[in-house]
């Protein structure tokens, strides 16, 4: 079955860093960008980011650079998203997304992963 | 950066109703234009690409034009299982996939 599993929940102090994954099976995982959207609660969809999972090549938005950081691990098709210095804003459902081989659009989403950033 | 404009932000109509989303770039994009669907509790799915060609296995009842600037995604007949919340996203540039900022629909 191809899908995208991810991390459960994680709660966290403001200032901290949080690293999620997110497991790829059912097709090659070297073949497809994942990507990384977050959601925050009754908000909309925010793109934060891509990986390449073959060359490791990374692409943030503006708005997380120096701040966020996504890698892989290949042996164990496996994708992570590692988000610094948090603080309440950031609390969110954080997905990873499957790039499609055409273009830059999403076919195939993981379940989410909610990031609470709390004291 | 591009900005993506969605109208309405939430809409209430009627089983059967023809529905009409609409979603402004502030420049060009050409057809690079997705459309998602997100019901509540769930995970977005994706209902259109290249804004005009569906999705394999979603209803035809689903429609996407536009080109340039501005976009729309149609329902043909509204049904009770499409109430969600539908996004555009943008895909012209791999450093900015940007998506506007929903549409929820709901019946009436």
């Known amino acids: 079955q191809v899908q995208l599993v991810q991390s459960g929940a994680e709660v966290k102090k403001p200032g901290a860093s949080v690293k999620v994954s997110c497991k790829a099976s059912?097709?090659?995982?070297?073949?497809?960008?994942i990507n990384w959207v977050r959601q925050a609660t009754g908000q909309g969809l925010e793109w934060m980011g891509w990986?390449?999972?073959?060359?490791?090549?990374?692409g943030y938005a503006q708005k997380f650079q120096g701040r966020v950081t996504m890698t892989r691990n290949t042996s164990i098709s496996t994708a992570y998203m590692e988000l610094s210095s948090l603080r309440s804003e950031d609390t969110a459902v954080y997905y990873c997304?499957?790039?499609?081989?055409?273009?830059?659009?999403?076919?195939?989403w993981g379940r989410g992963t909610l990031v609470t950033v709390s004291s | 950066d591009i900005q993506m404009t969605q109208s309405p932000s939430s809409l209430s109509a009627s089983v059967g109703d023809r529905v009409t989303i609409t979603c402004r770039a502030s420049?060009?994009?050409?057809?690079?234009l997705a459309w998602y669907q997100q019901k509540p509790g769930k995970v977005p799915k994706l209902l259109i690409y290249?804004?005009?060609t569906l999705q394999s296995g979603v209803p035809s009842r689903f429609s996407g034009s536009g080109s340039g600037t501005d976009f729309t995604l149609t329902i043909s007949s509204l049904q009770p299982e499409d109430v969600a919340t539908y996004y555009c996203?943008?895909?012209?540039?791999?450093?900015?996939?940007?998506f506007g900022g929903g549409t929820k629909v709901e019946i009436k």
């Open positions: 290249a804004a005009s």
């Open positions: 059912g097709y090659t995982f070297t073949s497809y960008d």
């Open positions: 996203q943008k895909y012209n540039s791999a450093r900015a996939l940007t």
């Open positions: 997304a499957r790039r499609t081989f055409v273009d830059w659009y999403f076919d195939l």
């Open positions: 420049q060009g994009i050409s057809n690079y």
């Open positions: 990986m390449n999972p073959n060359s490791g090549n990374t």
